[in-house]
């Protein structure tokens, strides 16, 4: 485990990296508190493997640091190494070795031949029952896991995973978000980039948020999300009903949506008020729900584009 003592885990301070032209990140400044489970939540080219990549040692900085467990990889390349696990890009195995064997290879390797812990890694990413199946003939979640086991063979403090759900199916994206959970329960801290909104907002205690290359918010998920909680209202006459909440003073945003229901965006706390006027103006309120903020809408909020599209470069 790290022999230093910063507390963040990762530490970026105006990062940049610029291809010709093109500058792909962009004075990336934040940090990653240790212990979090941390989303790195960025559309298709925004620039989250190039940062990933800086971070490593993959890829030389224009400008500006990265700072793995308090150390820049290009100075301290062993103290890095020695405590971080990484899976970027899909892993490459022998095809014809089970499981096991090419996870005892690669330990073997990079010096590590504690038998031991291979049983625990292969137990941990949910491996035990085909550990000795061929690579090969693995599903790509399965792959993915042995990929992740890959990367904790250092017992790493920071395990950083770039888009360990791509193409995986809705159920091989659920046992990597629990094998992220059961990372985090067992001492680790994650950093996870996706370009996945619903997928970070489940997992993640603290996300960054990046776009074209530039850090567009970041902070514990609770704080991110503040402010975008919604009531939904089953009501009649839901476009009367919009006019009248519309009187309602400091009532940002009243829309009726394509099911004919109220979304207004307001916390719970301002429910009762928001019946009363209804129910006072003769409106039927058939249903009022609470509705948690959604990082899809803030993401959208803040970026003004939907995630999972292809950035045009320039
Ligand atoms: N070696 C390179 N040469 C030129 N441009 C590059 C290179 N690597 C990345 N880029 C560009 O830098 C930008 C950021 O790419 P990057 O791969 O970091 O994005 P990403 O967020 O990881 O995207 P994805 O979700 O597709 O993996 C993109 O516009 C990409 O085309
Ligand atoms: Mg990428």
């Known amino acids: 485990?790290?022999?230093?003592?910063?507390r963040s885990a990762l530490e970026f301070d105006q990062l940049t990296?610029?291809?010709?032209?093109?500058?792909?990140?962009?004075?990336m400044t934040f940090s990653v508190p240790r212990g979090s489970i941390f989303g790195f939540l960025g559309p298709n080219g925004a620039g989250k493997t190039t940062t990933i990549g800086m971070a490593l040692g993959l890829i030389p900085p224009s400008s500006g640091t990265a700072r793995v467990l308090g150390f820049d990889i290009r100075t301290n390349p062993s103290e890095v190494l020695q405590n971080v696990g990484a899976?970027?890009?899909r892993p490459a195995f022998y095809p014809y070795l089970s499981g096991r064997m090419n996870l005892q290879v690669f330990g073997a390797q990079a010096g590590m031949d504690d038998r031991s812990r291979i049983e625990e890694i292969i137990d941990l990413v949910g491996m035990s029952e085909r550990a000795n199946a061929k690579f090969g003939g693995y599903s790509t979640g399965m792959k993915q896991r042995i990929g992740i086991g890959a990367a904790l063979l250092c017992d790493p403090e920071l395990v950083i995973l770039d888009e360990p759900t791509n193409?995986?199916?809705p159920a091989g994206q659920r046992e990597i978000r629990e094998l992220v959970r059961r990372l985090s329960e067992t001492g680790h801290t994650v950093f996870v980039s996706s370009h996945i909104l619903a997928e970070i907002q489940e997992v993640c205690s603290h996300v960054a948020i990046i776009n074209r290359g530039k850090l567009v918010s970041t902070g514990p998920?609770?704080?991110?999300?503040a402010g975008t909680d919604q009531l939904v209202?089953?009501?009649?006459r839901p476009e009367d009903a919009r006019q009248t909440l519309l009187n309602i003073p400091d009532l940002e945003k009243v829309v009726v949506d394509e099911r004919q229901r109220l979304i207004v965006d307001v916390s719970l706390d301002r429910a009762p008020e928001i019946n009363q006027t209804l129910v006072q103006s003769g409106f039927a309120v058939s249903q009022l729900r609470h509705q948690e903020g959604q990082l899809e809408e803030r993401f959208l909020a803040l970026t003004g584009q939907a995630t999972g599209s292809e950035q045009t470069n320039g």
């Not at 990296?17 to 004075?27: I, M, N, Q, T």
């Not at 998920?221 to 999300?225: A, D, F, T, V, Y």
């Not at 209202?233 to 009649?236: E, M, P, Q, S």
């Open 167 to 169: 193409g995986l199916d």
């Open 87 to 89: 899976m970027v890009e």
């Open 221 to 225: 998920m609770s704080e991110i999300l």
């Open 17 to 27: 990296k610029r291809f010709g032209e093109h500058v792909a990140v962009d004075a």
């Open 1 to 6: 485990m790290s022999t230093s003592s910063s």
């Open 233 to 236: 209202i089953d009501v009649d």
